[in-house]
T-cell receptor, first 116, second 115 residues
Framework: AQKITQTQPGMFVQEKEAVTLDCTYD???????LFWYKQPSSGEMIFLIY??????QNATEGRYSLNFQKARKSANLVISASQLGDSAMYFC?????????????FGKGTRLSVIA | DGGITQSPKYLFRKEGQNVTLSCEQN?????MYWYRQDPGQGLRLIYY???????QKGDIAEGYSVSREKKESFPLTVTSAQKNPTAFYLC??????????????FGAGSRLTVL
């Protein structure tokens, strides 16, 4: 079974500062993928970034980067230069790497509030 | 523009009534999913379908039913057997991949309130 743990229910960050959202995971699958999604107040889930367990380098997408530490089973999301529009819920998720379309398992989320 | 359309956005239901939530995608994706979101609980999987005319139960399938008669459509019925149906329901789809990055695209969600 897979499990995602996000220990920060809420976080505050000053505008233009960087912030790290924590995510730890547990799985027995040898190969897996890790995802981060953003959910604004509108409710729609927006895909941000993906990291494969065998990827040699940490994933980056614009202001988003994933600090992947396989031995610690952590996949923290780093948002640089925070903007007011970054205020939202953030979810970490994972799935095993298989040939099929395996559903994602989600954590409970972290609510990020960006302060002007 | 391609995407996923969920309807209705808001729905009110009396206890004991069945209700069907619509989910349509024009992304030509093979797989579709239904998740339920409660405050502080994250997203929990209800049902998913990897191909037309086939679907599998997720972690919280009791009290729900689905069908997948067309590739584009994956409606969810919340039956009267669902004890606590008030929640936010999210539909998603994915294209199918052999590389591991099964990125889900989500609809805008449907908020169901039982009166």
């Amino acid at each position: 079974a897979q499990k995602i743990t996000q220990t920060q229910p809420g976080m505050f960050v000053q505008e233009k500062e960087a912030v790290t959202l924590d995510c730890t995971y547990d799985t027995s699958d040898p190969s897996y993928g890790l995802f981060w999604y953003k959910q604004p107040s509108s409710g729609e889930m927006i895909f941000l970034i993906y990291q494969g367990s065998y990827d040699q380098q940490n994933a980056t997408e614009g202001r988003y980067s994933l600090n992947f530490q396989k031995a610690r089973k952590s996949a923290n999301l780093v948002i640089s230069a925070s903007q007011l529009g970054d205020s939202a819920m953030y979810f970490c998720a994972m799935s095993p790497v298989t040939s099929g379309n395996t559903p994602l398992v989600f954590g409970k989320g972290t609510r990020l509030s960006v302060i002007a | 523009d391609g995407g996923i359309t969920q309807s209705p956005k808001y729905l009110f239901r009396k206890e004991g009534q069945n209700v069907t939530l619509s989910c349509e995608q024009n992304l030509n994706h093979d797989a579709m999913y239904w998740y339920r979101q409660d405050p502080g609980q994250g997203l929990r999987l209800i049902y998913y379908s990897q191909i037309v005319n086939d679907f599998q139960k997720g972690d919280i399938a009791e009290g729900y039913s689905v069908s997948r008669e067309k590739k584009e459509s994956f409606p969810l019925t919340v039956t009267s057997a669902q004890k606590n149906p008030t929640a936010f329901y999210l539909c998603a789809s994915s294209p199918g991949t052999f590389s591991g990055a099964n990125v889900l695209t989500f609809g805008a969600g449907s908020r169901l309130t039982v009166l």
